[in-house]
């Protein structure tokens, strides 16, 4: 075991290699306390305003010249939201933002926002001299309570290595609702151009050929009911332009995603199961994955499927669309999206009791059409209750979705490490792009271009990470300013 220290993480984190290999950027999990099980209900109830499965109306909506935009889907409520450290502007100002797979759209909080949070730090527009504003003011709501005003802007994005020179986005000067607090100052969405409600293109696809793999890939620690954990805890990696090869063991099973231009990150229900036996469910259903999104959410009859499976599991009353269970009842879930069965922590489908002193427990599979008063086509929204579990890799070209086993530098399924650990050979340091014998990958359908199944993308580098960055860091973010 090699540790570095602080002033030398930089250099392997951001080796001078050309703009095509691909970043590995550690996580941290910040948190400010326990939460209560009604923070858990306000979280799906904020699924109301995800996606484009509430309505047949554009996912574009109004003109981004317009007064208002049409909602777009950000969960910040979620306990497992993920904020990287961009630089933004010139000179460069150095900010963290929610990353989420679940929106296409950029928020930055700037200087002139009266109704921010004093603690939050902001963009100041007036110290960049290459920002440009190019469409009139813009609104965009969170849910019928919550948004986000501002000026439609371009300016210079970085994140490690890549960069983009005029990249748009929404620079905040009100919010109303109290949606961000802490030090995360926006959000980065990491969904497709076409769903963008600004019309806009997402940092990662303006990156363009700056990728020499166009992917995505989070490992997201876990920290749930463990009463050491400080406020900043080492919390996951985020990958962009391939994978992490010491993350994963065994091979990325990449998965097609639907016909047609790409929106969100969507695959299909194929099959569950509950205490290790089959569910009866609708095949075929749209699964949105969303990295700013705690738990996992479906239609009625398959979510009332699992519960019926589970002994003792009851309607959770006062708590709309949630189920109870038996507290020393350890409920075991597996989903599979048209290829292998991944199974769910225990601990991650607990989440916690109805009340203090109860015996029944809030389990984190909801029925999304009773707790979000949706009536759309059956889905289902699944988050890092689910993500924590796997090495999730979202790949554009072709348009798919990949899940591997993580490996025991990641805590085999997602147990916490007290330190990050990228083993060292003696002679040398495997750096972005090196060959691996681990980065084998299989694809089922469409997802595999030329049936080799393999990713390209997976090498990285090897290093102990030190609990403490201050370079490159990302947080697992818990905003608590409404709750």
């Known amino acids: ?4 220290p602080q002033y030398a993480l930089a250099l392997f984190l951001f080796p001078p290699v050309a703009l095509a290999d691909p970043i590995h ?3 941290t999990r ?6 209560d099980i009604n ?7 904020h699924l109301q305003a995800k996606y484009n499965i509430m309505g047949n109306s554009s996912p574009h909506g109004k003109r981004a010249s317009s007064d208002s935009i049409q909602t777009i889907g950000i969960d910040l409520f979620s306990d497992a939201a993920y904020a990287a450290l961009i630089k933004i502007g010139t000179p460069p100002q150095s900010l963290k933002v929610i990353l989420a797979t679940g929106a296409s759209d950029f928020l930055v909080l700037d200087t002139l926002c009266t109704s921010c949070n004093s603690t939050i730090p902001l963009f100041d527009p007036s110290k960049s001299s290459s920002i ?9 709501s969170f849910n019928a309570s919550s948004s986000a005003s501002g000026i439609i802007a371009q300016d210079v994005v970085s994140m490690g290595n890549f960069i983009v020179q005029n990249q748009t986005f929404l620079a905040v000067d009100k919010i109303v609702g109290g949606f961000f607090g802490g030090t995360v100052s926006g959000v980065m969405g990491l969904a497709f151009s076409a769903v963008s409600v600004t019309r806009s293109t997402p940092f990662w696809q303006a990156l363009g050929n700056q990728l020499a793999v166009p992917e995505m890939a989070f490992y997201l620690a876990r920290f749930k009911d463990d009463s050491s954990a400080q406020v900043d805890e080492p919390g996951g990696v985020f990958t962009l332009g391939g994978t992490n090869s010491t993350l994963f063991t065994g091979d990325i099973e990449f998965l097609a995603m639907p016909s047609g231009t790409p929106t969100y990150w969507i695959l299909a229900m194929s099959a569950i199961t509950v205490q290790g036996q089959s569910v009866q469910i609708m095949t075929g259903t749209n699964v949105f994955f969303d990295t700013s999104t705690t738990f996992i ?3 009625t009859a398959d979510v009332n499927a699992i519960w019926a499976a589970v002994p003792g599991s009851a309607v959770a009353v006062n708590y709309t669309g949630f189920f109870s269970f038996p507290c020393f009842t350890s409920v075991q879930v597996t989903l599979s999206f048209g290829g292998k069965a991944w199974p769910i922590k225990v601990t991650d489908i607990n989440l916690g009791q109805i009340s203090h002193g109860s015996s029944q427990c809030l389990g984190a599979i909801a029925d999304i059409n009773i707790a979000t008063n949706y009536s759309g086509p059956p889905a289902w929204v699944v988050g890092n209750s689910f993500l924590k579990n796997v090495y999730s890799v979202f790949r554009a070209s072709p348009p798919s979705i990949g899940f591997a086993q993580l490996s025991s530098v990641a805590g085999g399924i997602g147990e916490r490490e007290n330190s990050l650990v990228f083993p060292v050979t003696s002679s040398s340091l495997l750096l972005p792009g090196a060959p691996n014998s681990n980065d084998s990958s299989t694809t089922n359908g469409a997802g595999g271009s030329g049936g080799s199944g393999k990713s390209n993308g997976g090498s990285s580098i090897r290093i102990t990470l030190p609990a403490m960055l ?10 608590m300013s409404l709750l």
């Open 1 to 4: 075991m090699f540790f570095l």
């Open 25 to 27: 950027i550690p996580l």
């Open 30 to 35: 910040r948190s400010s306390g326990n939460r």
């Open 39 to 45: 923070y858990y209900v306000s979280a799906a109830k």
């Open 132 to 140: 440009t504003s190019a469409y009139a003011n813009g609104t965009i």
């Open 297 to 299: 959410g479906g239609p």
């Open 470 to 479: 201050t370079t490159a860091t990302i947080a697992s973010v818990v905003l």
